[in-house]
T-cell receptor, first 114, second 114 residues
Framework: AQSVAQPEDQVNVAEGNPLTVKCTYS??????LFWYVQYPNRGLQFLLK??????LVKGSYGFEAEFNKSQTSFHLKKPSALVSDSALYFC????????????FGSGTRLQVQP | DVKVTQSSRYLVKRTGEKVFLECVQD?????MFWYRQDPGLGLRLIYF???????EKGDIPEGYSVSREKKERFSLILESASTNQTSMYLC?????????????FGSGTQLSVL
């Protein structure tokens, strides 16, 4: 079975400061890892993914994520937060052998204060 | 751009009613998914389909069924709606390419069962 944990319901950060949204995962094979974002009153959008290769993955809107196999983590980061980054962020995973569908975490609400 | 269209944005039904949620995608995607989104629980997979007339149970299939008679359309059916099925329902689609889990989501259907 595959699972994802997002330990923080909400993350608050001041505009211009770096942000981190945490994610840890559990899979039986090699993981495929993803971040999705849900802006208010809009559908979920793909941000970035890790399949293989470089542990640091760059995505849309200046976001990046670091895959750490030993810690089974895939934290989302951005060097300088914008107020417009305020949204609900979901981490998702599946392994490379199991069912062809993603398992999502519970979500983390990011609030960026001006 | 890929478009995933869900037939209703808001729906109010009574307990015991049979409810149909429709989803149509216009990019010839093989995979289609139904998730429900609840606060604090994130997205949970109900059913998915990777081909016409094919379906697989997700994590919470009880009380639901699905139909995929055409490639572009994936229907979710609540056989006898109950109050605990009040939720936001999200449809998504993706290509069959094995490592490409870039899901395209619809805007969601907020279902209230009274």
């Amino acid at each position: 079975a595959q699972s994802v944990a997002q330990p923080e319901d909400q993350v608050n950060v001041a505009e211009g400061n770096p942000l981190t949204v945490k994610c840890t995962y559990s899979v039986s094979g090699n993981p495929y890892l993803f971040w999705y974002v849900q802006y208010p009153n809009r559908g979920l959008q793909f941000l970035l993914k890790y399949i293989t290769g470089d542990n640091l993955v760059k995505g849309s809107y200046g976001f990046e994520a670091e895959f750490n196999k030993s810690q089974t983590s895939f934290h989302l980061k951005k060097p300088s937060a914008l107020v417009s980054d305020s949204a609900l962020y979901f981490c998702a995973v599946r392994d490379n052998t199991g069912r062809r569908a993603l398992t999502f975490g519970s979500g983390t609400r990011l609030q960026v204060q001006p | 751009d890929v478009k995933v269209t869900q037939s209703s944005r808001y729906l109010v039904k009574r307990t015991g009613e049979k409810v149909f949620l429709e989803c149509v995608q216009d990019m010839d995607h093989e995979n289609m998914f139904w998730y429900r989104q609840d606060p604090g629980l994130g997205l949970r997979l109900i059913y998915f389909s990777y081909d016409v007339k094919m379906k697989e149970k997700g994590d919470i299939p009880e009380g639901y069924s699905v139909s995929r008679e055409k490639k572009e359309r994936f229907s979710l059916i609540l056989e006898s709606a109950s109050t605990n099925q009040t939720s936001m329902y999200l449809c998504a689609s993706s290509l069959a390419e094995y490592s490409n889990e870039k899901l395209f989501f619809g805007s969601g259907t907020q279902l209230s069962v009274l």
